[in-house]
């Protein structure tokens, strides 16, 4: 039977939803499941941790030079606990995506990047040229799996359990070669985009950053997460934390709506898993209609303040 | 200081893929190919770390058979002053990529190693991690920007929460996200000159890298396709068609 460890992701104060979306994936594979946290100052996180159903253990590593999710820290505590499971996952999110090749180096595996399906505990399918094609992947089973889940494409387990917390010392001292300096944030109060129900989008053709509120309006409007393409950020009218896509966030909200955004394959990967996807376009050829489930042509600086009237 | 590049030949990013109708893979047969867009930037940077006096030598390195010569070329002409060519024709995972990266780090000692965050052809975003791991040495990864502090950088990393500042003593890995900067164009004359530019060929077998992995492709296949959806004439429409949905 699997043994399966999940390296949590959190901000010392909640647990991030990709973890619980690692659940669901880890339960997939089927097994014991365990969480191992590292932190400064964890104990509501580890504590929540538990509660995920069906997790069998949490382990609680707390030391002060863990307070940051450094991947030079925390992939040798991650590989210390490592021996004794037969998986190692956690979420295909920035901080996994550090994470977890250099834990899988480590360990001396080639890890396996967004598992979108499990096919049995050795058997994966993951996307490649940015969801163009999904590849069957096969793992050695007497090799320790290291994998990262690509959250979009599962649901978040559900809270109600209440798995044995055990602490642990630090088995590694600090890299002195890697110092944490900062975060800066936007973090406003709109819904977290990978977390969010519904997400409004802007493209190039909002034009500024000042028109681009256009977009932060009917979001607010809707209680939506926003996003944006990567022009957009490029040309400086949102921040970088709100890019869709390939290269920016994998997003799975019931409801996606795309405002002046043409539609090419690196933004298409990060939309394909939305419930229902909305296109305004001025331009009926744009491939964007090619996926929407509802399009609409016409100039969004018109049909932006008709969906805020409508909307009342 | 030296600074090490990775290049991968990968399929033009404008070019939509095919998948095989046996499953074996993507259809690669008369695809542009082009250096993977994060490789590039990745060498721009070390360009103009290079021109601002703050290294004297820029190596490309890429690993495949015969063809990724064009890639290394095209990284000459950009203005890398040398190349390296691991050559194998067996399909390099990100592991085997990382264990022949460090071997080639250990014969050039470069001050700092520049990759990609990921190619765009696997979407794997493993390799200078991997590197990093074995070589002991500091990430930094999906870089926006970097400052090189004499023995030290400080890079700022695009993060989902917003922008993660890092310090990391040189040597270190960094890799690299599309709005570190925007590469060159080549120009003719430079490709002429870079036809004069040294470029080495190893072998694999040579560096003593075993081309062998614990995770294996076993097939491809086309994505699910979406439903087709309907248009709306206008902003009425288009809300009473969320409210029929449960949307609104
Ligand atoms: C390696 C790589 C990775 C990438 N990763 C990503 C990624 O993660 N995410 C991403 O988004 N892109 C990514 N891209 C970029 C991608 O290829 C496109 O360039 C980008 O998505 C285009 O953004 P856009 O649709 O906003 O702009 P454009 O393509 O310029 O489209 C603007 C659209 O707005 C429409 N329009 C103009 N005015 C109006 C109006 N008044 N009303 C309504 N519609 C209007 C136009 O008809 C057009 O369709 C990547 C590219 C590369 C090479």
Not at chain 1, 120 to 145: L, M, W
Not at chain 1, 162 to 176: D, G, I, K, N, T
Request: proline share 5%.
């Amino acid at each position: 039977m699997s043994r399966i460890l999940i390296i949590a992701e959190h901000d010392s104060q909640t647990l991030n939803l990709a973890t619980a979306k690692c659940v669901s994936c880890a339960q997939a594979i089927g097994g014991d499941i365990d969480i191992a946290v590292f932190g400064s100052a964890i104990g509501e996180v580890a504590a929540e941790a538990a509660k995920l159903e069906p997790v069998t253990g949490v382990i609680a590593v707390e030391a002060e030079h863990l307070a940051n999710p450094l991947a030079v820290n925390w992939a040798p505590e991650a590989v210390a606990i490592a021996s004794g499971y037969t998986h190692v996952l956690g979420p295909s999110t920035t901080l996994g995506r550090d994470l977890m090749p250099r834990i899988a180096a480590l360990v001396g595996v080639n890890q396996v990047s967004d598992i979108m399906e499990v096919s049995g505990p050795h058997s994966f399918k993951r996307p490649i040229y940015a969801g163009n094609a999904i590849t069957d992947v096969e793992c050695a089973p007497d090799r320790t799996v290291v994998a990262t889940v690509r959250t979009a494409s599962w649901k978040a387990a559900g809270s109600g359990g209440a798995a044995a917390v055990e602490q642990r010392a630090a088995s590694s001292s600090p890299a002195e070669h890697t110092r944490y300096v900062g975060l800066e944030t936007e973090g406003g109060e709109r819904p977290d985009l990978q977390s969010a129900v519904r997400v409004i989008s802007g493209g190039r053709a909002l034009g500024s950053e000042e028109k681009f509120g256009l977009i932060y309006g009917l979001a607010d409007r809707l209680g939506a997460g926003v996003g944006a393409s990567r022009a957009a950020v490029d040309a400086g009218y949102c921040p970088n934390d709100m890019q869709v896509g390939q290269t920016g966030k994998i997003i799975s909200p019931d409801l996606y709506m795309a405002f002046g955004i043409s539609g090419a394959i690196q933004h298409i990967t990060g939309i394909k898993d939305a419930g229902t996807i909305v296109a305004v376009n001025k331009d009926s050829e744009a491939p964007i209609f090619e996926v929407s489930d509802i399009g609409l042509v016409g100039d969004l600086f018109q049909v932006i303040p008709e969906l805020e009237s409508l909307l009342g | 200081m030296k600074i090490l590049i990775g290049i991968k030949r990968v399929v033009d990013y404008n070019v939509r893929v095919r998948v095989l109708p046996d499953g074996s893979g993507v259809d690669l047969d008369g695809v542009k190919m082009s250096v993977n867009p994060f490789d590039e930037i990745a060498l721009e940077e070390a360009l103009r770390i290079r021109d601002a006096g703050k290294a004297e030598e820029v190596v490309v390195v890429s690993i495949g058979g015969d063809p990724v010569q064009q890639q290394l070329r095209t990284g000459l002409a950009m203005g890398a002053d040398r190349a390296i060519q691991v050559k194998t024709d067996a399909e390099l995972q990100p592991l085997g990529a990382a264990q022949a990266f460090l071997k080639i780090v250990e014969r050039e000692e470069p001050g700092l190693v520049i990759l990609g965050k990921q190619a765009i052809d696997d979407d794997n975003s493993q390799t200078g991690q991997m590197l990093a791991a074995l070589w002991g040495r500091p990430q930094a990864t999906f870089a926006s920007k970097l400052v090189l502090n004499g023995t030290s950088a400080r890079v700022t990393r695009e993060v989902d929460s917003g922008l993660e500042i890092v310090d990391v003593d040189l040597p270190a890995v960094i890799t690299v996200d599309l709005r570190l900067n925007e590469p060159r164009f080549v120009k003719l004359p430079d490709i002429m000159k870079a036809k004069r530019k040294p470029l080495d060929v190893v072998t694999l077998e040579e560096l003593g890298v075993d081309a062998g992995s614990n995770v294996s492709v076993t097939h491809c296949a086309p994505p699910p396709q979406r439903a087709k959806g309907i248009m709306v004439d206008d902003a009425a429409q288009l809300v009473q068609e969320l409210k029929n949905r449960g949307l609104l």
